[in-house]
């Protein structure tokens, strides 16, 4: 099982914001949303950036509230690990434990076409287990 098939069971709508929209907007977005991160693109659609609540937080405890009226290029990460739709489950399981992120937009042409969460993968990957089972126990039940 791949990226693409995370997508199309869940969808490609991603909710992103502009490098120069303030962090205070951005956690708005993501309360509102009820998400964890938030894709920041350009006007071409290419990923420029991902802001986690978690860097919100951080942001705030480093800096104080003032942070807020800041743009998101200030607070979010801009060398961001993405993915493509061929990427596996196994894959991405490995770079995100190894990352120690939760969320990796999916690029396709050099534009956002959706984003997975460590929550996707792992729903994805004990349905595959669990298919993998019944078949085991089908074959042995019959064999």
């Known amino acids: 099982m791949n990226v693409a098939a995370i997508l199309k069971a869940k969808g ?3 909710t992103t914001a502009r490098a120069e929209d303030s962090i205070e907007d951005v956690a708005r977005k993501i ?5 964890g991160a938030l894709v920041v693109v350009n006007e071409a659609g290419a990923v420029q950036g991902i802001v986690s ?3 919100i937080v951080r942001g705030i405890g480093e800096k104080g509230i003032d942070i807020l009226r800041r743009p ?3 607070l979010m990460t801009k060398n961001v690990v993405t993915c493509s739709e061929q990427h596996s489950l196994d ?4 770079v995100m434990t190894q990352g120690r992120f939760r969320h990796v937009p999916v690029v396709v042409d050099g534009k956002l076409a959706g984003i997975i969460s460590i929550g996707d993968v792992v729903k994805h990957h004990i349905a595959a287990v669990q298919l993998e089972v019944t078949a085991m126990r089908e074959y042995l039940a019959t064999g």
Request: charged share 45%; no cysteine; glycine share 6%.
């Open 12 to 14: 490609r709508l991603v």
């Open 31 to 35: 309360a509102a949303k009820r998400i």
């Open 53 to 55: 609540e978690r860097d």
């Open 72 to 74: 998101v290029s200030d």
């Open 91 to 94: 894959e991405m399981m490995g």
